[in-house]
């Protein structure tokens, strides 16, 4: 699998390509291996492999799949097969990178392998200090591409900090859902993991948006503006306790009938 070939955090130039663009190489001593790509599997590829066996490849691998496509199998298998001392050729320099960044990688990777990189169309040869100098220059334009791309970015997020904008995911409930999470909790029937279904969110969302949900479901009620003496049911039960049950019936004085045993004579 070939993956995504992404820029360094930092300068592109440096050893990316050797230190002098110019400085000279000894000659390719290993063989030529080609690598040929169409995008669709209706397209043919014959006169992209008559190309590369005209520039005299020895083994020649080929995809049929869209230069986006991550997983291009046949460039992973040339990429492992080359060893040092061989040229990678392809047909023009879109066969090989899904973009300009991709193929500065690719080629710098084989650069740092002590593989060469061959471009028909284009007459590229990192082989030679002329085809040096020109991915010197491609990775130059990439990297203030990056550089433009990054600071325009770093621009967007100042001015919108500036306008008071909100930065970052969107919270999971609005403030009306909040209301109504407030508003649904006075309600006895209604129980936490009811109203987080309602609302289309987790318990622990609920509880992080609500933070009297943390003291438990009657500091939760007593927030949203009812008094305590409303709650009715168990739940005005569990905070006030068992209720005094008064004056026993028929005793003119209030006093309930003891229970405990006569012990006089």
Known sequence: MVKHAELPAGPLLEGSLGDDPLAAEPAP????????????????????????????CARIYADKKSGKDIEREELAKALEYARPGDTLVVPSLDRLGRSLQDLIAIVAGLRKRGIGFRSLHEAIDTTTPGGRLVF????????????????????????????????????????????????????????????????????????????????????????????AGEVSGDLSAAVEGPADPGPAAGDPLGRAESTETDLAP
Not at 37 to 49: E, Y
């Open 29 to 56: 001593t290993g063989v030529l291996i080609g690598y040929a790509r169409v995008s669709t599997g209706g397209q043919r590829l014959d006169r992209q492999t008559a190309a590369l066996e005209a520039a005299g």
């Open 136 to 227: 010197h220059v491609f990775a130059a334009l990439a990297e203030f591409i990056r550089e433009l791309i990054v600071q325009g970015t770093k621009e967007g997020l100042a001015a919108a900090r500036a306008r008071g904008q909100r930065l970052g995911r969107p919270p999971a409930l609005t403030p009306e859902q909040i209301r109504q999470a407030r508003a649904l909790l006075t309600r006895p029937d209604e129980s936490v993991s009811s109203i987080a279904r309602l609302l289309g969110v987790s318990r622990s969302t609920l509880y992080n948006h609500i933070p009297e949900l943390g003291g438990g479901r009657p500091h939760a009620v007593a927030a949203a503006g009812e008094p």
